[in-house]
T-cell receptor
Framework: AQSVSQHNHHVILSEAASLELGCNYS??????LFWYVQYPGQHLQLLLK??????LVKGIKGFEAEFIKSKFSFNLRKPSVQWSDTAEYFC????????FGAGTILRVKS | DGGITQSPKYLFRKEGQNVTLSCEQN?????MYWYRQDPGQGLRLIYY???????QKGDIAEGYSVSREKKESFPLTVTSAQKNPTAFYLC????????????FGSGTRLTVV
């Protein structure tokens, strides 16, 4: 069975701090990996995705994620967060269906 | 504008009543999905449909029903058998089997009183 685990449910950072949100998955076959973001009161939006090739993928708004196959991980990073990054972030994995993690609420203090 | 329309945005129903949530898309996408979002649990798959007149149960299908009579429409009925129906419901579409780009609607918040 597929599952996705996000390490932290709530993260609070000051502006300009670096961000890393952990995501691990379990699935026996080939996967496609996603990070989605949901800003307060808005739709889910795709932040970035990994299908194949370079395991370091860059997304919108300065976010990037690294797929480490041996660790079944796909952590999201941003070198310097802004107040506008306050949102809920979801890791998702597509093996035979799209499965989401529980989400991480990021609050950036200005 | 191409997109997904979920209606209504907010819905209140009395306990024991069935209620149907609408999801309409004009993206010409083949696959449609219903997810339920609860705080601290992420999004969980209720039902999905890859083609018209066919649908499959997701991880938490109990207490829900769907139909897919038209490509554009995938309504979700929350029945009285659903023990905890108060939640945020999201509809999503995907263009085809080999496409992994999901598009999400704006959601319906259902509150059962």
């Amino acid at each position: 069975a597929q599952s996705v685990s996000q390490h932290n449910h709530h993260v609070i950072l000051s502006e300009a701090a670096s961000l890393e949100l952990g995501c691990n998955y379990s699935y026996g076959g080939t996967v496609n990996l996603f990070w989605y973001v949901q800003y307060p009161g808005q739709h889910l939006q795709l932040l970035l995705k990994y299908f194949s090739g370079d395991p370091l993928v860059k997304g919108i708004k300065g976010f990037e994620a690294e797929f480490i196959k041996s660790k079944f991980s796909f952590n999201l990073r941003k070198p310097s967060v802004q107040w506008s990054d306050t949102a809920e972030y979801f890791c998702a994995v597509y093996g035979n269906k799209l499965v989401f993690g529980a989400g991480t609420i990021l609050r950036v203090k200005s | 504008d191409g997109g997904i329309t979920q209606s209504p945005k907010y819905l209140f129903r009395k306990e024991g009543q069935n209620v149907t949530l609408s999801c309409e898309q004009n993206l010409n996408h083949d696959a449609m999905y219903w997810y339920r979002q609860d705080p601290g649990q992420g999004l969980r798959l209720i039902y999905y449909s890859q083609i018209v007149n066919d649908f499959q149960k997701g991880d938490i299908a109990e207490g829900y029903s769907v139909s897919r009579e038209k490509k554009e429409s995938f309504p979700l009925t929350v029945t009285s058998a659903q023990k905890n129906p108060t939640a945020f419901y999201l509809c999503a579409t995907k263009q085809g089997l080999n496409d992994y780009g999901y598009t999400f609607g704006s959601g319906t918040r259902l509150t059962v009183v």
